[in-house]
């Protein structure tokens, strides 16, 4: 069983999808996304393979919830500091979680 401590050592936050392209040298279609994480955090990159629900137009200014302290990681050339968290449609493909309500960038998930 994982413990509340556990659970806190995950450091998730509200970030803002500020800019998107798509990632050429992946093997797969992907995206690379800069995400605003407010003032603490500043701008991270991450990347994914979520060309099938989102055209770069519908990410921009979308809110999403990322982890923050993974390892960073290079994927396809790319430096990827964040994950974004998301759940499979019934298609297999990613649809971000997100907060219902605007929340400020950086506020911490709990």
């Known amino acids: 069983?994982?413990?509340?401590?556990?659970?806190e050592k995950v450091d998730m936050r509200v970030g803002k999808i500020?800019?998107?392209?798509?990632?050429?040298k992946a093997r797969k279609p992907s995206y690379k996304m800069?995400?605003?994480?407010g003032e603490e955090l500043g701008i991270r990159q991450s990347s994914g393979q979520y060309c099938d629900n989102y055209t770069p137009e519908d990410l921009v200014n979308q809110l999403v919830i990322?982890?923050?302290?993974f390892p960073p990681k290079r994927i396809a050339g790319f430096k990827s500091e964040v994950l974004v968290l998301g759940a499979?449609?019934?298609?297999?493909?990613v649809?971000?979680?997100?907060?219902?309500?605007?929340?400020?960038?950086?506020e911490r998930i709990f």
């Open 1 to 7: 069983m994982l413990t509340y401590e556990d659970f």
């Open 18 to 24: 500020i800019k998107v392209e798509r990632n050429e």
């Open 34 to 37: 800069w995400i605003d994480l």
């Open 66 to 69: 990322c982890v923050v302290n």
């Open 88 to 93: 499979k449609d019934q298609e297999g493909n």
């Open 95 to 106: 649809v971000f979680l997100k907060p219902e309500r605007p929340v400020p960038l950086g």
